[in-house]
């Protein structure tokens, strides 16, 4: 046999012996509870003080019989004759009765003794002593000389009063003036940089509201305690303070035991939130290396790690919320369920659009469509991208206009990075002129890269390069192509392409026909470069007769 065996072979022997034991015990509970619940008890009062329980008699309510003797009682303290040291007892065969004046006060019965264990003579003794002690206390209390000691006792409190009212008074009187004196000094504006969060006036304000608060709530705490005392110096009174204290504590008690009773609850959220916080660091540390580069990941960029950062940190704190959640005060409650529920209603109906943007947000980020600083064209807005989040994407237009728009508004139109281009060996940059057929396109080439190169921030290399586009009617389209690599200067780099373009144009007396030129010249030139005529070529000459007729016409007329 085995030592485990050996171990357990004792115990399976008083098994039978111990579940034998636990069934005749709660067998016996039972009718022990019955027997208990049987004869409910009530307390006999005398002066807002109990002296003693009795038990229920034949059809005599335990309740009843309590307010009776304690009524009779009450009529002994008033009958100005009768003496407390009087009250005497007397056995009447099966009860023992307490008498005062010949009055029966109470009788004690077998089954009032058969409760406390002793026999049925002396339990009338002991209530008797007890009911006789209460009577020379009540006496004693509403004596004439009682009366008075209170009122003394209460002149003085009321006195000790108005002092601490008046100290009060003038305490904070130099607390609100100090406060005032501290604007500008000690009390200084709260700034983030430049921006003025919260000025020197409003926190002396807030100050002097929380000081005005706690003076209140000293105010009360002292009055309280001024009402429930004086009300204890008085015999009619002194239920009340009694019932005053009893008020204020009881709930007291009740918000002790329930910050008792969850501090373990309370060490359990410590211990998961200060766990989380700590994770919540070393993955911030991980993903700011990342960014900078000192840990590397293949196929992860740097500008990833910041909202994947801020993924990973939302993901760890709902797991930290979902573990704690049950350990939360008032978590099980149908109030605090119904709550929840209705919020989750209106978060899942009001926020379609914005988890719609979130979740664009996120795939824009793992997109790399642009990043802050880009010259992005955005559907029809153009301009450097400024801000970025989950929400929404913030565009400078080269008007230094502001534009927002939503991520899901991004992610369904089209985007044109400029500055992505730009790294990729250089924007290109175009535009169009018209000449017509009588200027050499070899001297047009020449001319429009002549002025591509003369204008700033267009790149050497790769080299500018001329298309011609269309042979119109009556000119040629020609495209100019220049590379820069300062996409967020295009609108200036064009504005010096195209004043360059002219420049070069003018000098060389070549005349740019765009859209359209139209001019009457004497005699038909034909439209073609000189070097393509043929040797000879004259124009051929045509007169128009409209200014001889204007002519013949002014001289007819008579002066």
């Given at each position: 046999m085995t030592s485990a065996a050996r171990r357990i072979g004792p115990i399976l022997r008083i098994g039978p012996v111990l579940l034998l034991l636990s069934a005749t015990l709660f067998a016996q509970s039972p009718a022990k509870?019955?027997?208990?619940?049987?004869?409910?008890?009530?307390?006999?009062?005398?002066?807002?003080?109990?002296?003693?329980?009795?038990?229920?008699?034949?059809?005599?309510?335990?309740?009843?019989?309590?307010?009776?003797?304690?009524r009779r009682i009450e009529d002994l303290s008033k009958d100005v004759t009768f003496k407390p040291e009087s009250l005497t007892?007397?056995?009447?065969?099966s009860t023992t009765d307490i008498l005062g004046n010949d009055v029966i006060v109470m009788s004690v019965t077998d089954q009032d003794a058969a409760g406390s264990g002793q026999p049925r003579e002396a339990v009338a003794k002991d209530y008797a002593d007890r009911i006789r002690s209460a009577l020379i206390t009540m006496r004693r209390q509403y004596s004439l000389k009682s009366v008075l000691i209170g009122a003394l006792y209460a002149i003085l409190a009321t006195s000790i009063l108005y002092v601490l009212f008046r100290i009060?008074?003038?305490?904070?009187?130099?607390?609100?003036?100090?406060i005032e004196g501290w604007r500008g000094t000690r009390i200084r504006s709260i700034k983030i940089q430049q921006f003025e969060l919260l000025p020197a006036y409003r926190i002396a304000e807030m100050m002097t509201g929380a000081a005005r608060l706690l003076r209140f709530g000293v105010s009360v705490v002292v009055l309280?305690?001024?009402?429930?005392?004086?009300?204890?110096?008085?015999?009619?009174?002194?239920?009340?303070?009694q019932r005053l204290v009893a008020d204020v504590l009881s709930p007291l008690r009740v918000v002790w035991d329930g910050i008792v009773s969850y501090l373990p609850n309370v060490f359990f959220i410590a211990v998961i939130g200060v766990f989380a916080f700590y994770v919540i660091k070393f993955i911030k540390i991980i993903f700011t290396e990342l960014g900078r580069q000192t840990i590397t990941v293949s196929g992860f960029y740097p500008e990833w790690a910041e909202p994947t950062y801020k993924i990973v940190r939302f993901l760890v704190l709902a797991l930290t919320l979902i573990v704690v959640f049950p350990y939360l005060p008032g978590s099980n409650s149908p109030a605090f369920r119904g709550v929840s529920l209705?919020?989750?209603?209106?978060?899942?109906?009001?926020?379609?659009?914005?988890?719609?943007?979130?979740?664009?947000?996120?795939?824009?980020?793992?997109?790399?469509?642009?990043?802050?600083?880009?010259?992005?064209?955005?559907?029809?807005?153009?301009?450097?991208?400024?801000?970025?989040?989950?929400?929404?994407?913030?565009?400078?237009?080269?008007?230094?206009?502001?534009i927002t728009i939503a991520n899901s508004m991004v992610l369904g139109s089209h985007i044109i990075n400029f500055s992505s281009s730009a790294e990729q060996g250089g924007?290109?940059?175009?535009?169009?002129?018209?000449?017509?057929?009588?200027?050499?396109?070899?001297?047009?080439?020449?001319?429009?890269?002549?002025?591509?190169?003369?204008?700033?921030?267009?790149?050497?290399?790769?080299?500018?390069?001329?298309?011609?586009?269309?042979?119109?009617?009556?000119?040629?389209?020609?495209?100019?192509?220049?590379?820069?690599?300062?996409?967020?200067?295009?609108?200036?780099?064009?504005?010096?392409l195209h004043q360059n373009i002219q420049d070069r144009f003018y000098e060389a007396g070549v005349e740019i026909?765009?859209?359209?030129?139209?001019?009457?010249?004497?005699?038909?030139?034909?439209?073609?470069?000189?070097?393509?005529?043929?040797?000879?070529?004259?124009?051929?000459?045509?007169?128009?007769?409209?200014f001889e007729d204007l002519i013949n016409k002014k001289a007819s007329v008579p002066e």
């Open positions: 509870e019955e027997q208990t619940s049987a004869a409910p008890q009530a307390p006999v009062q005398v002066d807002h003080r109990t002296l003693f329980e009795v038990q229920g008699v034949l059809s005599f309510p335990a309740a009843a019989r309590a307010a009776a003797i304690s007892t007397a056995d009447s065969g009060l008074s003038t305490l904070f009187r130099r607390l609100y003036n100090k309280y305690f001024y009402a429930s005392l004086v009300l204890s110096f008085f015999p009619w009174t002194r239920g009340y303070a209705f919020l989750g209603v209106l978060v899942s109906l009001g926020s379609t659009s914005a988890v719609a943007n979130i979740v664009a947000g996120v795939i824009l980020t793992y997109m790399r469509p642009f990043k802050t600083g880009d010259r992005v064209k955005i559907a029809d807005t153009i301009g450097d991208i400024v801000e970025r989040n989950l929400l929404i994407t913030r565009v400078r237009t080269i008007k230094n206009v502001e924007l290109i940059l175009h535009t169009s002129v018209t000449i017509g057929y009588d200027a050499p396109w070899r001297t047009i080439h020449k001319l429009l890269i002549d002025a591509a190169l003369s204008t700033e921030h267009i790149l050497r290399e790769p080299p500018p390069f001329v298309l011609q586009t269309a042979l119109d009617d009556f000119y040629v389209h020609y495209e100019l192509n220049a590379y820069t690599d300062h996409p967020s200067l295009m609108a200036r780099t064009y504005s010096d026909m765009s859209p359209h030129f139209s001019s009457v010249r004497d005699g038909n030139q034909i439209a073609i470069p000189a070097e393509y005529r043929q040797k000879g070529y004259s124009a051929p000459t045509f007169r128009l007769g409209i």
